[in-house]
């Protein structure tokens, strides 16, 4: 994951944010979970900034976006407290995996702030860049 | 726990799980809970390296495999809350106990990356080679 | 502490570290120590993304460069020790405090990935950006 | 870093601490520091579970040998504390760095549990299977 294309993504992410009107962070991760970029938008509650990591990093250890995880973690899926490991991970949306034209893991975008459909549709707003 | 047991453990385990056609991590833990060996099988998602972990310890910490901890530990269970304890653990299977003939704890394999039934079978598979 | 202000410093720290042919890893925190924008350079180790966000933390939490921390946090310094509260700080130059036109704290930048030299270099070039 | 590399460097170093007669622990781990492969040898010390595998991971998040790092994170090195920063560090000998024939990060092993110098030797021969 290049810095440069990470960069792009955060744009993305923070261009549909500014259309929905609401303020957001965004965590853009590499393949092996470590952050390349990130950026809080004016007036994000500062929880959130945690919140965004933990997305992309549950979306790129488990190769699934986050809302996908939330089913196997819920105490009625198939993987209960899954969400205890690897130091605390995150069951909604808003984590979407990124994968390269060949298919390979590329890494994940987290975004949290607004609703889980609103951080959802600018996590793939993000991913976008990807495929562009 | 030897390491020549343990090592024999995760060659069984790696066999089974090729013989499945997936791939999974597999932690062997003694009867104090301390790692003695672990494998991480190539395309396995990073994810899973700690919940092997966690399902061995959370296997010897109580005794029992960890399907029969999840029924317990279930927010329905008589001990919900209790994978919240000892740094989290895991409700779910894949971590089988281990004893020895004279039915004394011998320590824990944890299996994870594939379904749980999966994980399960190959977790026994390993601990076949301590009754052999 | 603006994105807008943040991010302008990142740019500015990238064009200084690409001008000095180094990869650095840069962190933007406000006047709570809380992280406003983060990069990492393509080919920068990972160990220094941790170490960019500890160099911009010190330095806000103490209100002084990181390069002056080192010195009264050197075990011949007269807070030896100092270094290991708040989750571990870090000692050595890099970190560089921001404050606005009136002399209030307005943040801090930190960068890692070169020689301290170049990285105190590089973070004072992002702080111009608050100053012009 | 595939598993059939880092068990045959795990049996290389099982094999150099033999002929040595210590008990060591040994980790590989990726270019991400993610572990791959793990041994215990009988009788090793506990505590030295955890400094084999801080001493893989401090290798390759700085790109260097442990013994290396240990001189600039000392009290009078370029970055002292450095050792606090990434859930902490190991200062001294027995954390090898891997490199690909092309150069490139590939990993690290790292070994505790004798003396530093008895480290490194069984280090170094996990390390020649690669170059092998």
Not at 34 to 62: C, E, H, N, Q
Request: include cysteine; charged fraction near 15%.
């Amino acid at each position: 994951m290049k810095l440069s294309v990470a960069s792009a993504m955060i744009d993305a992410a923070l261009a549909e944010a500014t259309r929905l009107k609401v303020t957001v962070c965004i965590t853009v991760v590499d393949a092996a979970a470590w952050p390349v970029a990130f950026a809080r938008m004016d007036g994000a509650p500062l929880g959130v900034i945690d919140v965004s990591g933990k997305k992309a990093k549950t979306a790129v250890l488990f190769q699934m976006d986050t809302a996908a995880f939330a089913k196997i973690a819920h105490p009625d899926g198939v993987a209960y407290s899954l969400e205890n490991t690897n130091g605390g991970l995150t069951s909604f949306g808003g984590g979407v995996l990124l994968k390269a034209a060949d298919g390979a893991v590329a890494g994940a975008v987290g975004v949290s702030g607004a609703t889980s459909a609103e951080d959802i549709d600018i996590a793939r707003a993000a991913a976008r860049v990807l495929s562009a």
